[in-house]
């Protein structure tokens, strides 16, 4: 398949947070894989629906219906990543986020269109009580993801997929957010699993890391706390998100590319 057109839904992990910035904007792993798109057909389209932040309800009512109208048929490749906001919050309930993630699916993929879909991330090698807690949430939620993958025909990119980004070094300094080098690594597994041109070194392993001091990841886990832990629950305990009032960086079709055509 050579697709004519991508449209992606989603949340902060498709908008591109927190990778290079180009043209004030950040590039991520759909901008990427959209570059190489764009070498295979002429006349390729791109739209980037997706805002940091959203949850699955407000991606439903906002962005679907948008992609639907987008949607020219098998040719168009619509990706949609949505759930993992909702799993991190206290008062997550899953009775409600897995249905409607999966109505959502069924509702793109009934319009003819490639889905592709994506599980999230279970583990970073993180310990504690919440850290469990949170890897069984995800799990549960990407056990769902398979389950109307499976139903619906959709392709599924899987993070945990032999630990490939497991290393916390593809990691933003929020320990939350894809660096470049994690916004390159997806996007080349994703070129990969498309059948697209892929740079076939994107499957090594990282050099080992080297020990860090003691005293070293104290001071950097005081700076995340502050830096980035405090923000994120003041934003919540007054109900803001991080995409409050931010607008998609494409919200409709546009011929691409306009910004960048080097594959990373």
Known sequence: MRFTRLITCGDSFTEGMSDEIVNGQYRG?????????????????YANLAVRGKLVHQVVADQIPAALKFI????????????????LRPNYKSEVVLPLYAKAVREIASTGATVLLFTVLESTGAKGKTADV??????KFNENVRTVAAEVGAIVADANEEGRLSDRRFLARDRLHLNEMGHVRVA???????????DTNWKNPLPPQEDIPRSKK???????????????????????SSGDGRVPKHL????????????H
């Open 29 to 45: 792993w759909a901008d990427r894989i959209a570059d190489v798109m764009a070498k295979e057909v002429s006349g390729f389209m």
């Open 72 to 87: 020219t048929g098998k040719e168009t490749l619509v990706t949609f990543h949505a759930g993992a906001n909702d799993v």
């Open 134 to 139: 949170w890897a069984n949430r995800f799990g």
């Open 188 to 198: 080349q597994g994703l070129l990969e699993k498309l059948d697209l041109p892929f």
């Open 218 to 240: 104290i001071a950097e886990d005081l700076h995340w706390f502050v830096t980035f832990m405090i923000p994120w629950i003041w934003r919540r305990l007054r109900g803001k």
């Open 252 to 263: 409709a079709p546009i011929a691409w590319p306009t910004l960048t055509t080097d594959l």
